[in-house]
């Protein structure tokens, strides 16, 4: 009979990660390693900082499968938060997977990444990197991280550019309905990436719903890795609407958001 797999889960104590803990504990098949930042016995959730190489290591011993979402999301900090949390942490996650033969990274990605190209335009996971923020640019460096620890040790790495997640399986606006992914969906693409075959060896995708007018076509996903979302942000949108829930109006020219460009420096 075999295994069950083995999951590391970073951030397991945020809006995400810890979906995916009790998710992914009920799903079944799988023994669940959960960390953050702060220890939570009651939720099962280990101490990890990490930008501790040494404690990743401990924690990734014996693991088929790390699932980073540990995040800190500082646009303000860059050089003091961004930098050393996000961007160190990951090659610390990524050095623990390759000393300890972990066979997957899943990366939890944004839509940030590309979030300077225009709604209407249509962007495959493949197209130029747009980061709209350092937040979005830190995103497209891990993936790149990715990147180079597939092709040089052969850790399959997944990156998810996740959309919007309220956590309360409610979008909150017009522009998040276009973006969003509900929490059943969102269990879902993980068990999907968890089990892709070994010949995904790199794959960067967008993380959504199957919402009508979703900024991102995701329909090929279900041949791909069989991920076949079953919630509609649109029609939930409408739902609320129908309860009078106050829906925010909030289109933006961006699919990134209320971006703004700034205008060059006079250097006269």
């Not at 010949?199 to 890795?225: M, P, R, V």
């Given at each position: 009979m075999e295994h069950s797999k083995r999951l590391l889960i970073t951030g397991a104590g945020g809006r995400i990660g810890s979906c995916l803990a009790e998710g992914l504990r009920a799903h079944g098949g799988y023994e669940v390693v959960a960390a953050d930042l702060k220890e939570d016995k009651t939720a099962g959730i280990l101490q990890l900082d990490v930008t501790d190489g040494e404690r990743l290591n401990e924690l990734a011993q014996g693991v088929d499968t790390i699932m980073h979402f540990a995040w800190a999301k500082d646009e303000g900090d860059f050089l003091g938060k961004v930098l050393?949390?996000?961007?160190?942490?990951?090659?610390?996650?990524?050095?623990?997977?390759?000393?300890?033969?972990?066979?997957?990274?899943?990366?939890?990605?944004?839509?940030?990444?590309?979030?300077?190209?225009?709604?209407?335009?249509?962007?495959?996971?493949?197209?130029?990197?747009?980061?709209?923020?350092?937040?979005?640019?830190?995103?497209?460096?891990?993936?790149?991280?990715?990147?180079?620890?597939?092709?040089?040790?052969?850790?399959?790495?997944?990156?998810?550019?996740?959309?919007?997640?309220?956590?309360?399986?409610?979008?909150?606006?017009?522009?998040?309905?276009?973006?969003?992914?509900?929490?059943r969906d969102m269990i879902s693409l993980a068990v999907c990436c968890i089990?892709?075959?070994?010949?995904?060896?790199?794959?960067?995708?967008?993380?959504?719903?199957?919402?009508?007018?979703?900024?991102?076509?995701?329909?090929?996903?279900?041949?791909?890795?069989?991920?076949?979302?079953?919630?509609?942000?649109?029609?939930?949108?409408?739902?609320?609407?129908?309860?009078?829930v106050k829906i925010k109006d909030d289109e933006t020219c961006f699919q990134g958001g209320a971006v703004e460009k700034e205008q060059p420096q006079d250097r006269r």
């Open positions: 050393p949390v996000n961007v160190t942490g990951a090659y610390h996650v990524y050095e623990a997977a390759r000393l300890n033969g972990v066979k997957r990274v899943i990366f939890a990605s944004s839509n940030h990444a590309t979030g300077f190209y225009e709604v209407g335009e249509d962007v495959m996971p493949d197209e130029p990197y747009r980061p709209d923020s350092f937040y979005g640019l830190s995103k497209c460096y891990i993936e790149l991280l990715g990147r180079y620890y597939a092709d040089k040790y052969g850790v399959s790495s997944i990156n998810l550019r996740i959309g919007n997640f309220p956590g309360d399986d409610q979008p909150h606006s017009e522009r998040a309905a276009h973006i969003f992914i509900s929490e089990e892709a075959g070994p010949e995904i060896d790199f794959l960067s995708l967008y993380g959504t719903s199957a919402n009508t007018d979703n900024y991102y076509d995701i329909g090929y996903l279900e041949e791909l890795i069989g991920y076949k979302p079953q919630d509609d942000g649109r029609t939930l949108l409408e739902e609320a609407r129908r309860r009078h």
